[in-house]
T-cell receptor, first 113, second 117 residues
Framework: LAKTTQPISMDSYEGQEVNITCSHNNIATNDYITWYQQFPSQGPRFIIQGYKTKVTNEVASLFIPADRKSSTLSLPRVSLSDTAVYYCLVGETVTGGGNKLTFGTGTQLKVEL | NAGVTQTPKFQVLKTGQSMTLQCAQDMNHNSMYWYRQDPGMGLRLIYYSASEGTTDKGEVPNGYNVSRLNKREFSLRLESAAPSQTSVYFC????????????????FGEGSRLTVL
């Protein structure tokens, strides 16, 4: 079973708010939820991380309901430069204390004028 | 700080040749990872190392070997390269938020683009 499920793609226009939801039904008690942004030919870049409720930084907000089985990345007033693939990631603790971090398929966000 | 450094950035191999991708991080992180990303696809975990001296298989370990040389360095070796291993390889490192809480904050290198003919 995949650890995370996201929409494959989303389209938006400049200036709009974009919300990308990720499902992670099997999240463990000690897992954070982390979102990354990836541009072509680059490694993913950290956007935001949270454990519960709401987290906000200078680029995004992250909403996590009480059951933590999903999370929503909110990008306010997107611009063309926000066109990228967005991944949500939760960890998987394995024997020995390792943190097996596997990515899902990601969401391709396309922002148009 | 340089962060995560990968070498080489580009490499072309013939089928059956071997090579090693090098990765080093200067953030004193315990955990290190190797991912591959095929064109238009997501990242797939090859191997990871939770701490110095330990390595574990990820989603797609076949055809690869790894060595966690020390806390800073984590290398990925292709013993007999195949065209199916043509991909971009990313090394990453991370640290746990605490002794009991995981963290998914990964710091990535710039990638190594490998072509196997």
């Amino acid at each position: 079973l995949a650890k995370t499920t996201q929409p494959i793609s989303m389209d938006s226009y400049e200036g709009q708010e974009v919300n990308i939801t990720c499902s992670h039904n099997n999240i463990a008690t000690n897992d954070y939820i982390t979102w990354y942004q990836q541009f072509p030919s680059q490694g993913p870049r950290f956007i935001i991380q949270g454990y519960k409720t709401k987290v906000t930084n200078e680029v995004a907000s992250l909403f996590i309901p009480a059951d933590r089985k999903s999370s929503t990345l909110s990008l306010p007033r997107v611009s063309l430069s926000d066109t990228a693939v967005y991944y949500c990631l939760v960890g998987e603790t394995v024997t020995g204390g390792g943190n097996k971090l596997t990515f899902g398929t990601g969401t391709q966000l396309k922002v148009e004028l | 700080n340089a962060g995560v450094t990968q070498t080489p950035k580009f490499q072309v191999l013939k089928t059956g040749q071997s090579m090693t991708l090098q990765c080093a991080q200067d953030m004193n992180h315990n955990s290190m990872y190797w991912y591959r990303q095929d064109p238009g696809m997501g990242l797939r975990l090859i191997y990871y190392s939770a701490s110095e001296g330990t390595t574990d298989k990820g989603e797609v370990p076949n055809g690869y070997n790894v060595s966690r040389l020390n806390k800073r360095e984590f290398s990925l070796r292709l013993e007999s390269a195949a065209p199916s291993q043509t991909s971009v390889y990313f090394c990453a490192s991370s640290e746990r938020a605490s002794s009991t809480m995981n963290t998914g904050e990964l710091f990535f290198g710039e990638g190594s683009r490998l072509t196997v003919l």
